[in-house]
């Protein structure tokens, strides 16, 4: 069985592409949360990992560290990871790419924050730069697969790499046409999301780096999180 190794629920935005495509494939793995600490985590996190992040997949002898390496070595051996369609699975591959190298200045000024709400002081033009090609990329995998997950009618890896994303634009409130405001809508009524954000929320651990980064967006106006 698959070992799956994650951080702060939360936070992890890295985490919760290979937890949740795993979640919606059904594929058996054990689940082991390791918090993140305040400063850097490489020694603690090393011990599960080469590169000292998460998330980290161990199968057998196997350690697969990356999001994107994980996903890859899955589609090696389970179907359906990406599309069965030939065009589609190059355009979602090409896709997640794009999110797995890019999106800088919506990564940087919007850290993922399942528990909090916020108001954002200011959409700057490098942010809203990157709300615009998200826009695009989504519309154009609906328009062109036909929905309602981005390539297709089955949740694929491509939705796994913008599941991040989605909770993003929630805490943010991040402006979002109209094809795209209903796609994130889709995809926060998925059980497998509701339960990672149930999880979240539920968790005790703050760190403050975390904390800080998030708040830098703009002005808190909930906070969701059960407890302290």
Known sequence: MYTLYIANKVYSSWSLRPWILMREMELLFEEK????????????????SPAGKVPCLHDGESIVWDSLAIIEYLADRQRGVWPTDAQAKIWAR???????????????TCPMHVGLRIR??????????????????WSEGLNRFGGPYLAGEKFTALDAF????????????????TQASAYVKRM??????????TEALREKWREPGHEKSAMAAGEVIDDKRIGP
């Open 94 to 108: 090409c896709a997640a790419a794009e999110m797995h190298s890019g999106f800088n200045n919506l990564r940087g």
């Open 33 to 48: 949360l390791v918090t993140f600490g305040p400063g850097s985590n490489w020694e603690s996190f090393r011990k599960f």
């Open 120 to 137: 954002m002081k200011e959409i700057t033009p490098a942010l809203q730069a990157d709300l615009d090609r998200l826009n695009e990329l």
């Open 188 to 197: 926060l009524a998925l059980p497998t999301m509701q339960q990672w954000q």
């Open 162 to 177: 913008f599941a991040p994303v989605v909770f993003r634009i929630q805490t943010y409130s991040l402006p979002m046409n």
